[in-house]
């Protein structure tokens, strides 16, 4: 197809792109076409064949056809569609001051997001040097200060797995008898609901009985 002399040459090469385009297209729609009606030349010698057997069952065996052509689509199958899997958001441990009452939540929050996100840990120092990140104020701090100064005085530092930071960690920073606090805040005198909402005073004997190991309906009963 020709173009006057003045056509920009932005349009003439879309023009050119659209031509060569659909000239493939047609020569594709052709084969196509060529392939079916091969096909169907196949299928009706075949169905001839069995319509004559069948009416004739002296007539001889159908001899071994060629396998039928494959057509060949016209258009080229997508690619399959990725499926992108996504992570919850994780948020970081908040800062450990050294209260031992919030010891075993901080350090459940530290292990669950090692466990989200092994990858972003070379190896389990640098797990045991991120948990420290997190240890400001009191007791925490001089702890922390303590293990950096084992360190610069051997060379080494002291504790080598995760496994040795929870056993340290543990030692230090959890209470150190659950249940002993647990059945004196039960048995005493001063346990009471007071102005907490039902719901708070609800979930906290909750926890005290389950520190407290107390199992007897009867015994819930008297201490609720």
């Known amino acids: 197809m020709s173009l ?68 060949s689509p016209l258009v080229s199958p997508s690619p399959a569609l990725t499926v992108r899997r996504t992570r919850p958001k994780l948020f ?14 901080f350090f459940n929050s530290c292990s669950l997001y090692i466990r989200l996100a092994p990858e972003q840990f070379q190896d389990e120092q640098e797990r045991i040097l991120w948990a420290l990140m997190f240890f400001k104020g009191g007791c925490a701090t001089k702890w922390s200060e303590n293990v950096f100064c084992q360190e ?32 004196n805040a039960l048995e005493g005198t001063f ?6 909402m039902v719901d708070n005073y609800l979930d906290g004997f909750q926890a005290l009985v389950s520190d407290a190991g107390y199992t007897d309906p009867q015994t819930l009963v008297v201490k609720f």
Not at 191 to 196: A, E, I, P, V
Request: aromatic share 8%; with cysteine.
């Open 92 to 105: 970081c441990p908040p800062d450990f001051n050294r209260e031992r009452h919030n010891g075993c939540a």
């Open 191 to 196: 346990y009471h609901q007071g102005n907490r």
């Open 4 to 71: 006057p002399p003045d056509t920009p040459q932005g349009v003439a090469d879309a023009l050119g792109y659209l031509q060569h385009h659909l000239q493939e297209l047609m020569e594709r729609q052709h084969a196509s076409e060529n392939n079916i009606n091969t096909t169907l030349a196949a299928l009706t010698m075949q169905l001839q064949q069995l319509m004559q057997l069948v009416a004739n069952p002296s007539f001889p065996a159908i001899p071994n056809t060629p396998p039928l052509p494959i057509l």
């Open 152 to 183: 610069a005085d051997t060379g080494i530092f002291p504790i080598q797995t995760w496994g040795d930071f929870e056993q340290q960690f543990r030692l230090h920073f959890f209470p150190v008898n659950v249940e002993a606090d647990a059945i």
